[in-house]
């Protein structure tokens, strides 16, 4: 077989900065020899900036590439470039101090864009929507809890959750609870961040200073807010009965209903509502009390209702998604933990004693909407009035939990910290939820190797993968143009920063599934298809890691 070399160079297409690591992926279906490789400016000329070589290839299991790592990390000048190697050329990239400004800018916004009960007009992307669900404001409960005399909620407001037109406790707790995560952790870069226009902060009279991402978490927190029941729980998601077509908010007007309410939920709200109170103190001191009690009143139900359950209505799971959670443990490590950092009250850390001591000690695994655990570790870690003994084993399991990702990271041909078993529904923002841990562990034991390791899952969503393109829409080379999001399907205008779910080996749609007899490899399991709602969707979960890692790096 004479057939020539088919070389595949995956880089980050928005770039790298200037002094950082820089590493391209070459990528063939074959084994192949050390190569020659240049870098070339992005320009008529051409002129060649850097050479050096690749070693032979290896063979990369998740995505079934013989694959080599190129280090052009000598290269520091600012510009745009191709890399080439036996005639294949990459696609263009940048080095830069400002590689990643512009997609900050988008994924903060995405939030805005997601605004339920609130039309949208943007004049840079050309978007107008009118608003949609105004029955949210009189949703259905759907279940009415003995002594519930009130048959429907004012549930308006929050973010849709996804492609869909849901609005879900847990994912909201966890979204916003990283969103505060990165305010708390660079109050003066992310006080300078602004995506928002006039207009847009309505909702927060008289805060006309307040920094953009406060006020956009706010939205989402007056929603959670009207989710609590009187007596201290939460209820668990609002949506209609079925899920609609790809048609814009205003046009969805079947009726809505308040479904469900967990355990797990219940303490999710409470950890992010004792976050919001830290956080909001220096801006809306009362607003933050009233955050404060709220938490306080989740956890006090919680006190009363130890046993972990998660109730399922009839009819609930029909035009919505479940985020369903049986356990609760790590959820209610994580209230305690936001509740004694916020208050310092002792009772909240002899409780953490009692019962939850083995979960400072214990591998976090992945944050997201069913996981606090690293979220608790971090707030024990850092909480004022932990006990000492706590507060240092919290914060070094984290520190050996992010060793083990960089272990992973080194072992993977594309610097993924996905093992191929992780290759899920939401891989992505997965993989980003790794960087989120990485850069906590910095914080606690500075090291350049876990900074590293987190931009490397940064290139990785954003070009240098198995699929060769950027998991973002709007921004790189090559990105999603069908994603599973109904305001751009409908209104034909691609909402630029969202992060889709990414390569899912379970295939869990009718759109993957059609693809198993093809046998694709885990980290290739993706398509772009409007349809393929577990490949190709977007939450607000999974631009919540990319929003946090960029916070810190961008800083
Ligand atoms: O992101 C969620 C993923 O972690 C779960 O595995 C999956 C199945 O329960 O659900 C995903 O969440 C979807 C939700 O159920 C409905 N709104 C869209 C979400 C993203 O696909």
Redesign the pocket.
């Known amino acids: 077989n004479d057939a020539a070399l088919q070389l595949r160079i995956h880089v980050d297409q928005l770039g790298y900065p200037v002094r950082a690591a820089k590493v391209a992926v070459i990528a063939a279906d074959e084994a192949f020899p050390e190569l020659e490789l240049t870098v070339v400016e992005a320009d008529e000329n051409g002129r060649m900036v850097w050479e050096g070589k690749v070693a032979a290839a290896t063979f990369d299991e998740a995505s079934g590439d013989w694959v080599s790592q190129a280090d052009f990390g000598a290269l520091q000048t600012e510009g745009a470039y191709y890399l080439t190697a036996a005639g294949m050329k990459s696609h263009l990239f940048v080095i830069g101090n400002e590689v990643y400004e512009e997609l900050f800018r988008d994924v903060a916004r995405s939030y805005r864009l997601q605004r339920s009960g609130e039309g949208i007009d943007d004049p840079k992307l050309g978007l107008k929507l009118d608003p949609g669900h105004a029955l949210d404001k009189e949703a259905t409960l759907f279940f009415r809890d003995p002594g519930e005399k009130r048959a429907t909620l004012d549930v308006s407001g929050g973010w849709y ?4 037109y ?1 609005k879900y406790v847990p994912v909201a707790a966890v979204t916003v609870a990283q969103m505060l995560l990165a305010f708390e952790l660079r109050p003066k870069a992310m006080t300078e961040l602004r995506f928002l226009y006039n207009g847009e902060r309505a909702h927060w009279p008289g805060a006309d200073a307040a920094p953009d991402t406060l006020v956009e978490v706010k939205y989402e927190l007056d929603w959670m807010l009207r989710m609590q029941r009187a007596d201290g729980a939460v209820y668990h998601k609002v949506s209609g009965g079925v899920f609609p077509d790809f048609i814009v908010p205003a046009v969805d007007v079947q009726d809505r209903r308040v479904y469900g309410m967990s355990t797990y939920g219940t303490a999710m709200f409470a950890a992010a509502m004792a976050m919001g109170a830290r956080v909001f103190q220096s801006y809306d001191p009362e607003y933050a009390s009233g955050l404060l009690r709220s938490a306080k009143k989740a956890q006090a139900w919680l006190d009363a209702h130890p046993k972990a359950f998660f109730r399922l209505d009839e009819g609930q799971n029909t035009g ?4 369903d959670k049986e356990t609760d443990r790590e959820e209610r490590y994580w209230a305690l933990a936001e509740l004694l950092k916020t208050t310092g009250d002792a009772r909240y850390g002899a409780a953490i004693a009692g019962n939850y001591a083995d979960l400072s000690t214990s591998n976090p695994g992945i944050v ?2 069913s996981n606090g655990q690293l979220l608790g570790q971090w707030a024990l870690a850092t909480a004022e009035r932990s006990a000492p003994d706590v507060k240092a084993q919290a914060g070094q399991t984290i520190v050996t939990a992010a060793e083990l990702i960089l272990k992973r990271i080194r072992e993977d041909g594309y610097r993924s910290a996905l093992a191929g078993t992780e290759y ?3 891989s992505n923002k997965n993989a980003l939820a790794k960087s989120e841990l990485l850069l906590l562990a910095n914080e606690l034991a500075p090291n350049e190797a876990y900074v590293a390791g987190a931009v490397d899952q940064l290139h990785y969503v954003l070009g240098r993968n198995a699929m060769g393109m950027s998991y973002v829409t709007g921004r790189g080379a090559v990105y999603p143009v069908r994603p599973h999001h109904r305001i751009s399907a409908a209104s034909g205008i691609l909402v630029p920063g969202l992060l889709v ?1 990414g390569p899912n080996r379970y295939l869990n749609d009718p759109v993957l599934e059609k693809l198993a007899d093809r046998r694709l490899p885990p980290a290739k399991s993706y398509v772009d298809d409007l349809s393929s ?2 490949s190709n ?1 977007y ?1 607000i ?1 999974y631009n919540a890691p990319l929003f946090f890692t960029l916070a810190i790096l961008e800083s």
Request: aromatic share 20%; glycine share 24%.
């Open positions: 959750d996804a492609g869909d849901g919505s998604g479940p985020y997201g909407w899920t529904w939401a779910g709602y577990a969707e939450a979960d």
